[in-house]
């Protein structure tokens, strides 16, 4: 069981990036995906989650509503993050993991399978 997190880089405040996630040795389809994040010194946080449907509940943090959109691919195992209108705030290490349902996504104890992280920089 692997996810495979990619797509971070440096871009500067008011770009774009999307993340992905893909996973392996199992069906990605019949699990809720989360992305989370942990800048230094922070905590990590669950930033977006969806649920197993393409078209089902989604969650998103706060900060992050009405610039980063989740989406997920079931055909290709792969979970999507387009992050639109990029803040220096945004700036950490991205993971993606399973979790329960979307509504789980506030904490990340409740995820189970983990991706390595992605560095995402967004310098001030």
């Known amino acids: 069981v692997q996810l495979q997190a990619s797509g971070g880089g440096l871009v500067q405040p008011g770009g774009s990036l999307r993340l992905s996630c893909v996973a392996s040795?199992?069906?990605?389809?019949?699990?809720?995906v989360g992305w989370f994040r942990q800048a230094p010194g922070n905590k990590r946080e669950g930033v977006s989650c969806?649920?197993?449907?393409?078209?089902?509940?989604?969650f998103y943090l706060d900060s992050v509503k009405g610039r980063f959109t989740i989406s997920r691919d079931n055909g290709k195992k792969a979970v999507y993050l387009q992050m639109d209108s990029l803040k220096t705030e945004d700036t950490a290490v991205y993971y993606c993991?399973?979790?329960?349902?979307?509504?789980?996504?506030?904490?990340?104890?409740?995820?189970?399978?983990w991706g390595q992280g992605t560095l995402v920089t967004s310098p001030a």
């Open positions: 993991a399973t979790v329960g349902s979307p509504d789980l996504c506030y904490d990340d104890h409740n995820a189970d399978y």
């Open positions: 040795g199992f069906d990605l389809k019949y699990h809720a």
């Open positions: 969806i649920s197993s449907r393409v078209d089902g509940d989604t």
